[in-house]
């Protein structure tokens, strides 16, 4: 069954940081662009960060460019997004998606999570002391 596990998610006091992990199953990831999302209660889905499949450039969102990391290790068929410097606004249940060779947008906003056809099951992140 094609999927995608994530794992990483917690409660994380602000400043703190975390690693989420999204790993392929039953398909490469080298042929994928791997992007995150996230979504807070009552918000819309939020892009944070895309990149292609053979593309060293990652595009992030404002919100989050400069705390956040978007990597993969295509051998261990996983990707990750190192999060720096959480602040509570952070708080949200963070998505993993994929799609074929070229993230669907630079864009990054909530329509774009129309163009990635496999999700992960999602991680909640909460940020609080």
């Known amino acids: 069954q094609v999927q995608l596990v994530e794992s990483g998610g917690g409660l994380v006091e602000p400043g703190g940081s975390l690693r989420l992990s999204c790993t392929a199953s039953?398909?490469?990831?080298?042929?994928?662009?791997i992007a995150w999302f996230r979504q807070a209660p009552g918000k819309a889905r939020e892009g944070l960060s895309c990149?292609?499949?053979?593309?060293?450039?990652?595009y992030y969102s404002d919100s989050v460019k400069g705390r956040f990391t978007i990597s993969r290790d295509n051998a261990k068929n996983t990707f990750y997004l190192q999060i720096n410097n959480l602040e509570p606004e952070d708080t949200a249940v963070y998505y993993c998606?994929?799609?074929?060779?070229?993230?669907?947008?630079?864009?990054?906003?909530?329509?774009?999570?129309?163009?990635?056809?496999?999700w992960g099951q999602g991680t909640q992140v909460t940020v609080s002391s």
């Open positions: 039953e398909f490469s990831l080298v042929n994928s662009a």
């Open positions: 998606a994929v799609r074929p060779w070229y993230c669907y947008s630079s864009k990054l906003d909530s329509a774009s999570a129309t163009g990635y056809d496999t």
């Open positions: 990149v292609g499949s053979t593309d060293n450039h990652a």
